[in-house]
């Protein structure tokens, strides 16, 4: 598999969902569908991951298509290697009139297979005005900025769990043109020789927008 991979199918969908009882100046809200593997995006694993194929070991990103996901999924891996390992999509906001209020979606995590250790999945989104190489190397990195909308999850998840992301309003909308979201699992082990293994699955991942009138 490459490094990236890429989505195969639908574009983002808007369904619209108008509330009858509100005035007609209050923003609309709708649900932007945004499938994880589509054509429209680009999920980019780090860097590292590159060399981990090369020799035959586990990536970070994989479709996952068994029947208990509700649409488009992806499967995380972290293996023993490393203590961290992530990806992340970078997607252009082009409609200004749109506000990105939350991201929406299903998780389930199997946290770490060491006794007494609690491995992280963490989801982080944050806008960007540009993707230029130190945002690149920062995102190969795992690192994540301190304005960043976070969801972390350390307890075990044999079953999807719907999750809600509220993101935070671009500080300038003309120039900060780009959504970053990172996807990353983090070990808790502090065993430099074994960092022991998790694994994820992200579903039904998508927007939760406001049209501004």
């Known amino acids: ?122 989801i982080a989104a944050h806008y960007v005005k540009s993707t230029d190489s130190l945002l690149i190397a920062n995102l190969n990195k795992g690192l994540i900025p301190d304005k960043a909308a976070l969801l972390k999850l350390s307890e075990p998840l044999a079953q999807f769990e719907s999750f809600y992301l509220n993101l935070a309003a671009p500080i300038n909308i003309t120039e900060e043109k780009y959504m970053v979201i990172q996807l990353i699992i983090k070990s808790g082990s502090d065993d430099n020789y074994y960092y022991g293994k998790s694994n994820a699955v992200i579903d039904h991942l998508h927007f939760s927008s406001v049209t501004n009138n």
């Open 1 to 122: 598999m490459k490094k990236i991979v890429k989505k195969l199918i639908a574009p983002f969908v808007a369904l619209v969902y108008y509330n009858l009882a509100l005035s007609q100046v209050m923003p609309k809200e709708s649900e932007l569908s945004m499938n994880i593997i589509s054509d429209d995006f680009f999920w980019t694993e780090s860097s590292k991951n590159v060399e981990y194929r090369k020799h035959g070991d586990i990536g970070f990103f994989y479709p996952y298509d068994l029947p208990d996901a509700h649409g488009e999924a992806l499967a995380l891996f972290r293996a023993y290697n490393t203590p961290i390992n992530n990806g992340f999509s970078i997607i252009a906001i082009d409609d200004p009139n749109k506000s990105l209020k939350a991201i929406k979606g299903r998780a389930k995590f199997s946290g770490s297979d060491i006794d007494q250790t609690k491995d992280t999945l963490i």
